[in-house]
């Protein structure tokens, strides 16, 4: 097993999650933090780590959005961080400045998982010719398998996925409209398309919302926020 990183820096995680001038926004924190499980009493200690510890936190950032990636354990004194390879379930340990900058690989028995952050997006490539893509795009990255209700706009690409021909994404887009009525309009599209209701909650001005198409392997998790007096929603895709 054998790892390796460059010295050209790519995408901070914290740009993935911004509103589209590249720079860190609490917005993008509560909305990540929501989807990815962290549980909404996250979002202050999420921001905090950044501050006390960016590499860390950016690190933790990088491997809960590569869906073939898992934390194990981490050291603060040595500054790395043990993951787990889901496929395999090899485990390496590296440095928090390789994993937040996106450049290393892994090699095993199975073939190499290779991070490649290099070009600005981080791209996460497995032996099966699986790939996640962190960051880059917009509406083309959407998977062609969900509708739109017309009202969103300023298309972002944060995460997408394509692993034996199944597509998973993470996109966020201004509303145009309120997001009760956005809400609404996203609540009756997915419904019409087989897609039953599995969470609904409202906490500290940010709406969460899950689907499941369980006969076709499909769920969609919605998280709707507000700044700066903009509505903003951040879709959450996955296709099993």
């Known amino acids: 097993m054998s790892n390796n990183s460059g010295g050209k820096k790519g995408l901070h995680p914290v740009a993935w999650v911004g509103i589209g001038c590249g720079v860190f926004v609490v917005i993008g924190i509560i909305a990540v933090v929501m989807v990815i499980g962290w549980g909404t009493r996250k979002v202050k200690e999420v921001a905090q780590d950044f501050e006390a510890n960016p590499q860390k936190a950016a690190a933790e950032m990088v491997v809960r959005l ?28 590296l440095d928090y400045q390789d994993i937040a900058d996106g450049r ?8 190499t998982t290779t991070v490649d952050g290099s070009g600005g997006n981080v791209t996460t490539t497995t032996p099966d010719g699986g790939t996640t893509v962190l960051g880059g795009g917009g509406l083309e990255k ?9 009202g969103l706009t300023g298309w972002q690409s944060l995460m997408h996925s394509v692993k034996q021909g199944k597509v ?7 509303s145009t409209k309120p997001l009760d009525e956005m809400a ?57």
């Open 66 to 93: 590569t869906p073939e990636l898992e934390q194990v354990s981490t050291d603060d004194a040595a500054g790395t961080m043990t993951i787990r390879m889901k496929d395999t379930g090899e485990e390496v340990t």
């Open 104 to 111: 290393f690989t892994v090699t095993t028995a199975d073939g």
């Open 142 to 150: 959407m998977p062609k398998w969900f509708d739109l209700p017309a």
């Open 168 to 174: 998973s994404a993470m996109l966020k887009a201004e």
């Open 184 to 240: 609404a309009a996203l609540k009756a599209s997915l419904e019409a398309k087989g897609f039953e209701e599995t969470a609904n909650m409202s906490v500290g001005g940010a709406r969460s919302m899950s689907y499941a198409n369980k006969a076709e392997g499909k769920t969609v998790s919605l998280s709707m926020t507000k700044e700066g007096g903009k509505d903003f929603v951040l879709f959450t895709l996955t296709e099993r």
